[in-house]
DNA sequence: CCAATATTCTTGACTCATTCCAGAAAGCGG
DNA sequence: CCGCTTTCTGGAATGAGTCAAGAATATTGG
């Protein structure tokens, strides 16, 4: 769990402006692990009752280009946002309820990132997703 | 390369009604893999001048859920539909132009099925993208 | 082969996430 | 402390996709 300070310095350490709103958005980013972007204007506006919108699109767009977040964009739902980075995890998202949690990478360093025929791309990441029920949602058995 | 009666018949099986869209749809996914919606509709007027955008989504949903044809939908980009299904296999997007391509499963049968902890979710799916530049971009070098 | 019925298609309005724009308000370097 | 540049605010706009009501059209029993 970092502090203000901490927030200060990533942002510095990436060239850019430390300014209020952003340091609120990593913290919102870091206390919310995969939040939607409506969670997070709403976790930032607890102590930043002001932050429009746009700061927290224009902040998370700036902060997943340098790297400090990462965007996660499961098929169906709207973009999510973690800052975890750098190591190339993985997700599980619930069918059900929509739930997600990190899963390391299944064998070992960077497996998946073997594709068997590459057709001539010259690949640099691979993104895995896992669907299947979550524990509430596997014992409850609804839809 | 289906012709219209494999299509009708590929309908019934799957308990749908057999319409001019539905074929039409059919034959447009399988004539233009990793298409998205507006290319689909595109491709079936040219059959079928008078079919609705609506039309087109209700059709690819109907037969994405009875799994005559998957629906694929890298971040960043709106959903694509393709006909070959029944084998989990990736597919591999350009970062520069988009074009995706298809990759079998990286290690035999189902590899990335196996998480390597999956927090007690009951997984039945993995989902691969690789990221990286197709041929042609790589060569361009541009961004 | 034809009518009855349930599904499917058309048209048009609408939602939702996200982006664009112009002007006001900060950060940062000197 | 000052000016320049980047960032934030507020509002409008875009684009994919969905919802709803009525018209059209497949299938099914006669």
Redesign the interface.
């Known amino acids: 769990m970092a502090a203000t300070l901490d927030f200060q310095q990533m942002l510095r350490g990436a060239a850019l402006r430390v300014t209020r709103p952003r340091v609120a958005v990593l913290g919102a980013v870091q206390a919310h692990p995969h939040a939607d972007t409506d969670s997070i204007i709403g976790a930032v506006r607890t102590e930043l009752p002001e932050v429009s919108r746009q700061a927290v699109y224009d902040v998370l767009r700036a902060l997943t280009v340098v790297g400090l977040v990462r965007?996660?964009?499961p098929?169906?739902t709207a973009?999510r946002y973690e800052s975890r980075v750098g190591d190339n995890h993985?997700h599980?998202v619930?069918r059900s309820c929509g739930l997600i949690?990190?899963?390391?990478?299944?064998?070992g360093a960077a497996?998946?990132?073997?594709?068997?025929?590459?057709?001539?791309?010259?690949?640099?990441?691979?993104?895995?997703?896992?669907?299947?029920?979550?524990?509430d949602c596997?014992t409850a058995g609804s839809s």
Do not use: Q
Not at 101 to 107: G, T, Y
Not at 117 to 125: F, L
Not at 126 to 131: D, F, I, Q, R, S
């Open positions: 965007r996660i964009e098929p169906g973009a993985h599980v619930c949690a990190d899963v390391d990478c299944a064998v497996p998946c990132l073997a594709a068997s025929d590459g057709h001539g791309y010259s690949i640099d990441e691979a993104e895995v997703t896992y669907w299947g029920r979550c524990p596997s």
